[in-house]
């Protein structure tokens, strides 16, 4: 409810978060979810009451998405994941050609 686009802007710019980069998601709670739990394949919890927050699982992995909108892996930040990543999108990318 909090995160709007002129709210994910003001964000942006106090982090310095590049936009060319970096996008920033918002829409009905329905919607969320579905995108998180049955495309990214990760948790969102329900509404708590007492601080009108939903939780939704930040993790530091990075997911792969085709095209097609296929998860391709969930991977690591550290150094190994972050060198999985680089040669896993190569295919992806390369599949799209």
Not at 24 to 44: A, D, Q, S
Not at 48 to 58: P, Q
């Amino acid at each position: 409810k909090n995160d709007t686009p002129k709210a994910f802007l003001a964000y942006a710019k106090r982090h310095d978060a590049d936009l060319k980069r970096w996008s920033f998601l918002t829409g009905t709670e329905p919607k969320i979810r579905t995108l998180l739990e049955k495309g990214f394949k990760v948790h969102m919890g329900k509404e708590e009451k007492i601080k009108n927050m939903i939780d939704i699982a930040h993790t530091s992995r990075f997911v792969i998405v085709d095209a097609k909108g296929g998860i391709r892996g969930h991977y690591s930040s550290d150094d190994e994941g972050i060198s999985e990543i680089f040669h896993r999108s190569q295919h992806v990318l390369n599949a799209k050609k």
